[in-house]
């Protein structure tokens, strides 16, 4: 990915949805284009026109901290653009990587999944930036059971093609749409996080070969923290469940990141997670059941 190209239109997107009104500055003249012109941006950010143009070309090579403070609260950027700004700022700096690269594949620590096979009530994964399932618990694989028996590709599980390239994912995510916009605003944080992350520009030139949906959401430069939040879910064996979700990045493991599903307490969801954990485990004894078999 172009880091240049990816701060002009990350700019230009976030001005063109800013409207005057929103901004708090008169409006004069006819707009040729949605949005905040290029000198109104430059005047709420206290800086030359000029020099904002060729911020918005793609050229924050040297640029202050205070100046990217300055255009974030130009633009009202919510957190997860402003770390975005910072993170697209970071790559063109003389210190960042000049070519692409593989990032490297880490297996997950025998001790994290202890730590996930010790979750025995709630779905858990451990993923990376790219949203490839590298481990998970029982009921996590229960969870996305169609997920894991439907996919094809090689590799790791990846969510974002699940979500965009199996038909499965528009009955598992009854909310698709919002669905597909959070997978799309996490792989473009990830890319502005890492510019030179050579799986990852695969895995965006397959969705977007693929996938019509997701050409048109990655064209618009949306970008989401998922940290936390809820998703509602219909699972073919148990139903219906809305379940939130709280992600933990590991320290220890950069670029890994655990993902725990939980269900509010007394709730249809709860006991509909309880269910799925009742079918997981018959599941799992009928396997071994299976392999102790004589042949």
Known sequence: MDARSEISEFLTSRRARLSPEQAGVASYGPRR???????????LAGVSVPYYTRLERGSLNGVSDSVLEAIAAALQLDDAEHAHLFDLARAVRPAAPARRRRAPKRAVR????????????????VHNARLDNLAGNQLGYALYSEMFRRATAPGPVNNARYVFLDPDAREFYPNWERAAKDVVGILRQAAGHDPHDRDLSDLVGEL?????E??????THHVRLHDTGSKEIHHRIVG?????????????DPGQALTIWTAEPGTKSAEALSLLGSWAATLSAENALIETLPE
């Open 33 to 43: 284009v949605p949005g905040l012109r290029r000198e109104e941006v430059a005047v």
């Open 240 to 252: 219906d469940m809305t379940l939130t979700y709280n992600r933990m990045e590991l320290t220890a």
């Open 208 to 212: 977007s070969t693929q996938s019509r």
């Open 214 to 219: 997701f050409r048109m959401l990655w064209a």
């Open 110 to 125: 025998p001790s994290i999944q202890h730590v996930l096979d010790g979750l025995t009530g709630a779905p858990a994964f």
